[in-house]
């Protein structure tokens, strides 16, 4: 059973670690990563990746990707959405952390978060406007 858009929505909102896909160019199926991104309902999902990361080359070259997101139990449910970019943009203050406190926190929040700042500071952010979506509940019903 598809989902209505506001559970859509709030599902994608959830910590879930999300499937990241890009067309990977011809003769080639798609680019597809794990990733952590961040999502609110009605909002424009994000993602960091390196400036010169592949994903950004894919990125640059196609303008658009999608994220899948996903889950088994309690029943088995997804929400994919995929959109063109609308922004990439050098991370502010505090980016790390926001993104990482969907999915760590306590003493691996701040480490993790001491790490990316001074590891990952040739990363941006890239945001996605969905224009198609695809959800599903296989225990709804």
Do not use: C
Request: net charge negative; glycine share 10%; no cysteine.
């Amino acid at each position: 059973m598809a989902l209505s858009r506001e559970e859509r929505e709030q599902f994608l909102a959830e910590p879930h670690v999300a499937a990241f896909g890009v067309a990977a160019g011809d003769a080639r199926g798609p680019l597809l990563v794990p990733i952590w991104y961040a999502y609110e309902p009605g909002g424009l999902p994000w993602i960091l990746t390196g400036v010169n990361s592949r994903k950004m080359q894919r990125i640059k070259a196609t303008g658009r990707f999608s994220l899948l997101v996903q889950r088994t139990t309690p029943t088995v449910r997804y929400v994919s959405a995929e959109g063109p970019v609308v922004e990439v943009a050098e991370p502010a203050g505090g980016v790390h952390r926001e993104l990482a406190s969907r999915y760590l926190e306590g003493g691996a929040l701040d480490s993790y978060v001491a790490w990316a700042e001074a590891e990952l500071s040739d990363h941006a952010v890239v945001r996605m406007r969905p224009e198609h979506w695809l959800s599903a509940d296989m225990g709804a019903g």
